[in-house]
């Protein structure tokens, strides 16, 4: 599809894009946006990093490019570790300078439909 009707669709339907993450992770970390009942989306701009969902017993690898859309809220995590994270784990916490090892470039936002248009 050309990006240009793609563009013209998204338009039409008056969704905007809110980012509220665009960070460089390294070493242990994990982005959960679960619970926030939006449509959430995550691009992975390099680098490598597991999706974990509760409903599927392997996790999936995503890799530079990547983009994951859920257009309902979706309990899911975000990480580096292909094994799952523990519950007392933190998310959502903005990187460490101090961390080293492969970095990962995240994306992440919500989609909304603008109710004044």
């Not at 998204?10 to 970390?29: E, I, M, N, T, Y």
């Not at 946006?33 to 996790?59: I, K, Y």
């Not at 890799?63 to 959502?92: K, Y």
Request: hydrophobic share 40%; with cysteine; glycine share 6%.
């Amino acid at each position: 599809m050309d990006m240009d009707v793609l563009s013209e669709i998204l338009q039409s339907l008056h969704l905007k894009a809110s980012v509220f993450l665009h960070a460089c992770f390294r070493g242990d970390w994990a982005v959960d946006t679960s619970g926030q009942r939006r449509a959430t989306f995550h691009l992975v701009a390099n680098g490598g990093c597991w999706l974990h969902m509760p409903d599927r017993e392997e996790p999936i690898a995503l890799a530079g490019d990547d983009l994951i859309v859920f257009p309902h809220d979706a309990q899911h995590t975000i990480s580096n570790s292909q094994l799952p994270i523990a519950e007392d784990f933190p998310r959502n916490q903005l990187p460490d300078e101090s961390s080293t090892g492969p970095g990962v470039t995240l994306i992440c936002g919500y989609f909304d439909f603008d109710r004044d248009s």
